[in-house]
């Protein structure tokens, strides 16, 4: 049942509005005649004769040198083989993906129906005018190995097929560390490899650049050791064959072995067999999904051992994704004619440097881990590590100039290194910060309109994805008939209908806690019990009373009669006199936090004071240093009228209760977010030389309007309103939410729930069949 719910999923996620995963934008104006007439005829003729008259100007004047093509035919797809190059559509679009968002490279997809490698050479090599770089992927050995040679022998452009040496180069960088843990000289060390298709050789081959000695490796494929006798041996292959020991089994081989590194198959190494490698034994079991060796039985039969694994669950992760997107980044940004062995070797060491220099606060908050070091269980960075960008790829573009293959260099590397980080912003990340650490300490989530397609959606999904336990209110039959007809997996979801006779007793327990916050505030005992049959009160109570870890409610019902339960029943936070509503964009240029945009129509400067600090809170929250702008239609004075002392008058109060918040204003938006204008006019500014991520509007019109503006006509992707000074968690959705806004909201709140529940009581989830199957 999970296998199919996975795969409807899937084809939901890429099908469902425009197909696929992406898309072209225009980064010129496009929209008057004048901008028309520039972008193609007669315009476009300009540029078009610079180019002409000088070829190397299709950098200026196009997108080529930040454009790669991920090309395949289709032949060797994942582990799903020769499938066509149609079927390997969404993974080359995926990829491109990867290149976008980890290093801002542009990508083309394009799926040649080519096998003959002759052919296929052909249809590439005439695509070099088009594009400043070549990855190919997905081709099957042993044409892959002729493929990328001629065409890196006849292109004056990047060429690489990462299934070979994305590979080669990640496994490479942890080999040098894990090397240097066990105290082994790599020169010395004896190598035996399962698998010799193309990762496996490219691995080997890399290694052996890097002081391995070729007569050191022992190394198999299908039909056993490769040796010197064998006749279908081609040349790669031949390097790496032995000449004594025909016959030999992967069972002999392993016995007093320093290293294993598998990319094969699944369970074809047993614990017997890792016992008898020598003395702090490395093995790199690298096939995907399951490794040669389980990482819990490798590491269980030597307590001496280092692991790596190409899974995510597991520490050291062999992740290609820590290195081509920043290899062609440095590579493009030099023009670079190739990437050679020095281009590589490069990337090895300087992904092997970032593994043994202190991580920073980011990346232990993603991945769960109050202070991840460098040893046995960490010798090659994480993915979600921010530093990789400005790391890898100067490494690389270094290289690419020392060894003569670059075209152009670089300035000045200091600022490069700033404009890389510039590039996709260090903030970025997150979302999928806050996803790993969701994973990490789920919590139970009343999800309080469970009758509603959207959010019995968004809670499998958070639920199958390991973020919370949800709660479903609502009538039960009717849950599990939407569920039902659109295959939506609750089975280990309770319901709790808050009207039925089976909750009479909660409801007079609820009830009776109820009529002791609000006896004095115009509510009687009955009236109590009868309102605990509302959703919000029932889900208000859940989270008040411990048996919930936060709610989210508001998808089908208007904002104050969310808000209103949560206030009556939870209450705020100490010494909190107003609660606030704010929300998170997601922008290019980063997150953006608003506030308030949902609750104070028109604060006064102490209100506004209050409301600074609190999303500040929420800001530091997140992990992210909160910078600040009071918005105004005036700047630092420049009007006298009360709406704009009310900003200025805020900021006094601010600093006066936190000196040490980053905070300016009053200032207009279009101030705060332009460092020329602030570092001319306003050089006093503690927001200069600072990218702004919050901002506090004067009052509710202001902050609402602007938030649902940059929402719709500029295209961010919008979380909350969150709910700012609530004792515990409770959030509201936008009326018409959509599945990815609920489950966004729902990691909020589990992040929330987190930092104000304490810890997760052990009954409560931990001995659910959800909890036991996310922990295996």
Known sequence: MKKELIREQALEYHSKGRPGKIEVVPTKEAKTQRDLSLAYSPGVAEPCKEIAANPEKVYQYTAKGNLVAVISNGTAVLGLGDIGPEAGKPVMEGKGVLFKIFADI????????????????????????????????????????????????????????DDQHGTAIISAAALLNALEIQKKKIEKASFVVNGAGAAAMACAKLYVSLGARPENFLMFDRKGVLHKDRADLDGDKKQFATTDKAGITLTDAMKDADVFIGLSVGNVVNEEMVKSMAKNPIVFAMANPDPEIAYDVATAARKDIIMATGRSDFPNQVNNVLGFPFIFRGALDVRATQINEAMKLAAVRALAELARTPVPDIVNTAYNEKNIVFGPEYIIPKPLDPRLLATVSPAVAKAAIESGVAQITIPNWDDYAIELNKRLGLDNQVMRVLGSKARKDPRRIVFAEADNLKILKAAQIAYDEGIAFPILLGDEKKIKSIALSNKIDIDELPIIDPRSDDQEEKRKEYGELFFKKRQRRGINKYESAKMMKDRNYYGCMMVETGEADGMISGLTRNYPDTIRPALQVIGTEENVKKIAGMYLLLTKKGPLFMADTTVNFNPTAEELAEITLMAAKEVR??????????????????SDSPEARLMSKAREIIKQKD??????????????????ILRENYPFSELIGQEVNTLIFPNLAAGNVAYNLLKEVGGADAIGPILLGLKKPVHVLQLGSSVRSIYNMALVTVIDAQ???GKNPEDAVRKSPWWKRNKK
Do not use: W
């Open 106 to 161: 542009d990508v083309f997809d394009i799926e040649i129906n080519e096998k003959d490698p002759e052919k296929f050479v052909q249809i590439v090599k005439a695509l070099e005018p088009t594009f400043g770089g070549i990855n190919l992927e997905d081709i099957k050995a042993p044409e892959c190995f002729y493929i990328e040679q001629k065409l890196r022998e006849e292109m004056k452009i990047p060429v690489m097929h």
């Open 621 to 638: 929250n997140f992990n992210l240093t909160p910078r600040i702008a009071l918005l105004s239609y005036s700047n630092f004075g420049s």
């Open 659 to 676: 000196p040490t918040l980053m905070v300016d204003g009053e200032m207009q938006a279009s101030v705060a977010f332009n460092q020329d």
């Open 755 to 757: 930092l104000k529940c």
